[in-house]
């Protein structure tokens, strides 16, 4: 379905990121621009080392300090309108991360506290940005765990991640994103350390999410393929650069830049992928 635009939620005018190491100086992003939308999937699509991720970075403002930044990404959520996060302090971003912003990532091991039950982590991200009780921040927590398609979420809640098979490490990692009342998830190729059926349920959740919460979502993702069923605009991100940005359908039906007709043909088929 085309959609009709407004105001966006999210927008990146002319990021630039170079990374100096030494003597060298690697230019990560060459000054890219496209706007986020509310209640749609936005696929950032390329291959590895094409700037994917340092985009989503960028975003969070969550770079090495060795990484410089110009431009502007401006936020308009209905919590929260900042001009430019790039020229923001910490504080402020903490407020923001977690809260308005979250970010899902590639592996969920990684990201996960073994020392603490599920439970816990979840609480935490509550109480760091709600002024409610721990009762409360539990009972917040088992509901986002519940939006996040956790089974039993009430016996989960007790569990550490080493309990847990990996789609449901993933699970709770979208849990605690969502756990406060979030208006944009960027989510940085989720479906890497799944297998196929584990990563095309939780490409389904990430619909569900959207339209049950009315998510902004900007997806990560090498594969063409795997945004065929959710995303509704595509952007291909090619050696820093985004060469072609369209509807989904535009993308797959009518290609044009050289780089995404390269995507496509290698992209398994739609059939694989349902």
């Known amino acids: ?3 009709d635009y407004h105001s966006p939620v999210l927008s990146v005018k002319h990021l630039s990121v170079k990374f100096h190491v030494g003597n060298q100086t690697v230019e990560a992003l060459k000054g890219i621009s496209f706007n986020l939308y509310p209640n749609e999937i936005v696929a950032l ?14 975003i969070m403002k969550l770079l ?10 401006t936020l308009n959520s209905q ?8 020229k923001e302090d910490e504080e402020t971003l903490r407020s923001i991360r977690g809260n308005t912003i979250s970010m899902v990532f590639q592996e969920p091991s990684a990201v996960l506290n073994p020392l603490l039950t599920i439970g816990d982590q979840i609480m935490e991200t509550i109480l760091a940005h709600q002024k409610v009780s721990k009762e409360k921040a539990k009972e917040i927590a088992i509901a986002s765990m519940r939006k996040a398609h956790i089974p039993e979420p ?3 809640f007790y569990q550490y991640p ?3 098979s990996g789609g449901l490490k993933q699970r709770v990692v979208i849990a605690i994103a969502i756990a406060n009342n979030l208006e944009i998830l960027l989510a940085d190729e989720p479906t ?3 297998d196929v059926t584990v990563s095309a349920q939780i490409l389904k959740l ?24 959710i995303a509704d605009r595509v952007l291909v991100i090619y050696k820093g650069e985004i060469v072609e940005e369209g509807d989904v359908f535009d993308i797959f039906d009518n290609p044009k830049h050289p780089y995404t007709k390269k995507l496509l043909a290698s992209r398994p088929t739609i059939s694989d992928i349902i």
Request: some cysteine.
């Open 1 to 3: 379905m085309r959609k």
């Open 45 to 58: 699509v390329g291959e590895s080392g094409s700037g994917k991720s340092v985009t989503c970075y960028s």
């Open 64 to 73: 090495p300090k060795y990484a410089s930044v110009s431009g502007k990404i």
């Open 79 to 86: 919590k929260t309108k900042i001009e430019n996060l790039l």
């Open 154 to 156: 009430e016996r989960r």
């Open 162 to 164: 080493h309990e847990l």
């Open 192 to 194: 890497t350390a799944l």
């Open 206 to 229: 990430f619909k569900h999410l959207k339209e049950d919460l009315n998510l902004s979502i900007l997806l990560i993702t090498h594969d063409l393929g795997v945004v065929a069923e």
